[in-house]
Nanobody
Framework: QVQVVESGGGSVQAGGSLRLSCIAS????????MGWYRQAPGKQRELVAK???????DYGDSVKGRFTISRDSARYTAALLMNSLKPEDTGVYYC????????????WGQGTQVTVSS
C-alpha cells in the first residue's frame, strides 16, 4: 500500500502564488503517478496535475500555463507550484498516488484548503 500526506495551501489574493507538497510512503516503487485533484463546493473532484516517476506530466485545462508540478529524484515527493491564482482555483486540494501497476489503486491525502480572494 501507499500512503500520502500533503502540506501547504492557505489563503491568497488573486494573482498570488501558493505551493503544495506531498510525500508518499509505503510501497513507493509501485507508484504509477502522483498529483493533485481539487474539489470546489457543489462540484465534482477534478484533475489539477499529475506526474509519473519518469517525469511525464498532465494538467487540467484550467491550470495549464499557471501551475507546475515537479518531483524529487527519489520519486516519492511531489510539489505543485501555483502561480497567477484566480478565485475559481478555490477548493480543497487532495494529493493522490496511483499505484500497483495495472491494478490502479489510489491513495488520497486528507485534503488542504486553498482560498483565493478577489
Amino acid at each position: 500500500q501507499v500512503q500520502v500526506v500533503e502540506s501547504g495551501g492557505g489563503s491568497v489574493q488573486a494573482g498570488g502564488s501558493l505551493r503544495l507538497s506531498c510525500i508518499a510512503s509505503g510501497s513507493i516503487f509501485s507508484i504509477n503517478s502522483m498529483g493533485w485533484y481539487r474539489q470546489a463546493p457543489g462540484k465534482q473532484r477534478e484533475l489539477v496535475a499529475k506526474i509519473t516517476p519518469g517525469g511525464t506530466t498532465d494538467y487540467g485545462d484550467s491550470v495549464k500555463g499557471r501551475f507546475t508540478i515537479s518531483r524529487d529524484s527519489a520519486r516519492y515527493t511531489a510539489a505543485l507550484l501555483m502561480n497567477s491564482l484566480k478565485p475559481e482555483d478555490t477548493g480543497v486540494y487532495y494529493c493522490n498516488a496511483n499505484y500497483g501497476g495495472n491494478r490502479n489503486y489510489n491513495s488520497w491525502g486528507q485534503g488542504t484548503q486553498v482560498t483565493v480572494s478577489s
